[in-house]
């Protein structure tokens, strides 16, 4: 059985709802130029897990299910979502993104650049329908942040002496924020109280930071047909995460000059890369990185503790299983 | 007298609320990000008129002056128009704006696309302070719009054969449209009357299209001295605009091919440009084209003598005949 299919699973108990998703999305993007509905439609068409929008519903959910508020800023969330790989895969000149073509790669990265800022402008929109001026400023301080923790990312390119505090905090505001958003964002809608607010925003954080470190492990264990793309893309890119910054660690000496002068190239030898991939792989790295996400997923876990037991306590708690043992 | 000179006498009257908007811009996009911080001062240094901000200020002076939810109802309003700017010259690969290098050109196109969205965040975060939803659906429709109508142009770039209609289409999404929103977003927070609201962004949209047209009537007209860029630049870009628009209709057979072969090239050589933008020039197009622009300019006047006489009216009016009059 497919992650996406145990994902499915998890979510059935909020399945019709996530139809409802579908027919917001298509409406809050339609648009009269061709070009750009044509770009929207094939965004929409390689979206993933769409785990954003099912956090924002589960965290509602699990205070009090107000549906109609919740939809429009489960939508909106996944959106910015969506605007932001846009852009990123500019940045990072990316073709393909689960083995489809990239905007970039098919319309061309002006047409990428606007239909980023299209998609953030319709995002607003839907925020505005929420009608709560708390979710108007968490949208606004999310999509900054995430603005932040690309641009650090960016700086940290080729920058191999990097700390564990450093790779945290960029994978906070890189990834973990948008998540941390979607819980905080669905306890806000839900009219839950300051402290529950605060617990679901610390669970997202945490179950973000937890999900980012899964997917840098992946890069160095998985393969291209599990991931969708070559292992070692970080590296390949110059990009140094918690595996290679463990690895690292250990053993300096040795092989620090090698992973020196790969990490500094811009279009390292397949060869190298994959020797120094497997290097990773077969250190204490791997584990070490997956007992740190593990760490997190545990603290999330534990917040929701804080909840009455429920069914939708039962699914955030089973997405933080399925965070930390996917292998896509 | 420069033009600039000009603008700020017809805005004395808000001179010292203008100060507080400078606060209000450095406040609104700080970060513990030194490249960010780098490239805000940067784009906040080479503002130009600040006309959004005026047309908002003003605008809800007309009606009732609430000058604390205008105050970041204005930031946001030109900040968006930074925002778009950045991206803008990223798309048309500028290096230089009013003679100032572009953020593109300076810190690189990736720090640019993650610029204009960080700007694009906190214009949300202003917009949400002024807490009326009519604004924030505004900002949303602006943005959208805006995206629409640079794809309109992106489009339309080698394409020679283009009605009056559309270009007045294009010209009111890309430019129009912000300053309409700025002028309709004053009245909102003024607390004006619909009829009130959709008067001055009929005002806006109006004086937004009679600028545009100014703007590329200078673009063959001007100096490279007083506009900071060569003439020509459009037809270098292969833009046509609505001088080149009545220049073909006149004569077609002529010069039909001549201009036909420059704005299908993406490098065309100096002096084939210098010779369209000479015939353009000699041409009765040019007056054709500031014909319709004082027509925009009438409606947009006319409009406003709807309001009982005031200051502010005469303010407003003013900027009509000083969008139609400028030389920069």
Redesign the interface.
Known sequence: MSDTATLSQLFASIEDDLHLVDKTFEEATS???D??TAAVVHVLGSQGKRLRIALTLLSGKLIQYRFEKLLPLSVALEMVHLA?LV?DD??DHATTRRDIPTVNALFG???A??????L??????L??EV?D?RV??L??????R???G???E??SVRQLDLSIEHYIERVSRKTACLMSACCKGGAIVAQGSEAQIALLEQYGTNLGIAFQIIDDVLDYTGTATSIGKPAGNDLRQGLVTLPLIYALKHERNGRLEKVSALVGQAQPEDAEVTDVVRWVRDSPAIGEALELARHYAARARALLSEFPSSPERGVLEDVVEFVVARSR
């Open positions: 648009s009269d130029m070009m750009l932001t852009h500019i940045v990265d002006n047409i650049i606007l239909l980023g800022d299209y953030f402008a319709k995002t607003a929109g925020v505005a009608e001026f108007d400023r949208f606004s301080e999310t999509v900054a995430i603005c932040e690309t641009i650090m960016m700086l």
